[in-house]
């Protein structure tokens, strides 16, 4: 079945700072891929959808200028979390589909803490 | 895009008593697809109902979509401690929309 790989699984990074989260699709071609938030106890939430070769698209309320979306290929997508803050510590997670009734493949997620 | 409610928001029960989420819409839906998601760990597909009324089963895990194309259900039978998880109802052409998610704790 499809596989999405996210890195890293965890980052701690001090306040100010940016990171950078990585979703592959190791066995499929994937123009569109998915961005989530989730925090402690609750739902996911829809950031932004990646769209390979052009401009992101964002969900009202998300920052474009602090959550840049990156999808240079088809089987990359990379989420830059700029100059993070302690708010911004959450579970980001990535997913993308191959089409058909197979659902969403989510990758295992990025668990953010900024200190 | 479209809400989805998702109840209940928790759900606590002794091994081998049957579990039952539901998802409501105030608007038809499309499709409506299920996950789960582990303590710890990421959303998996469960499974996807398109047709009206359809009833799908994966052994002990029964999945309904309403006549309506409103609600849907996830009724597991005989709960196991494997079946401890959150279960997500999500429902959209492209881009999902979770409902809030039933966070299932079972007594061993």
């Known amino acids: 079945g499809a596989v999405v790989s996210q890195h890293p699984s965890w980052v701690i990074c001090k306040s100010g700072t940016s990171v950078k989260i990585e979703c592959r699709s190791l066995d499929f071609q994937a123009t569109t891929m998915f961005w989530y938030r989730q925090f402690p106890k609750q739902s996911l939430m829809l950031m932004a959808t990646?769209?390979?070769?052009?401009?992101?698209?964002?969900e009202q309320g998300v920052e474009k200028d602090k959550f840049l979306i990156n999808h240079a290929s088809l089987t990359l997508s990379t989420l830059t979390v700029t100059s993070a803050h302690p708010e911004d510590s959450s579970f980001y997670i990535c997913?993308?589909?191959?089409?058909?009734?197979?659902?969403?493949?989510f990758g295992s997620g990025t668990r953010l803490t900024v200190v | 895009g479209q809400q989805v409610m998702q109840i209940p928001q928790y759900q606590h029960v002794q091994e081998g008593e049957d579990f039952t989420t539901y998802c409501n819409s105030s608007t038809t839906l499309s499709n409506i697809q299920w996950y789960k998601q582990r303590p710890g760990g990421h959303p998996v597909f469960l499974i996807q109902?398109?047709?009206?009324?359809e009833v799908k089963k994966q052994k002990r895990l029964t999945f309904q979509f309403g006549e309506a194309k409103k609600n849907s259900s996830l009724h597991i039978t005989a709960t196991q401690t494997t079946d401890v998880g959150t279960y997500f109802c999500a429902q959209g052409a492209q881009k999902l929309v979770f409902g809030q998610g039933t966070r299932l704790t079972i007594n061993p």
């Open positions: 997913s993308a589909t191959e089409g058909g009734a197979g659902g969403y493949t």
């Open positions: 990646s769209n390979e070769g052009s401009k992101a698209t964002y």
């Open positions: 109902l398109v047709k009206s009324g």
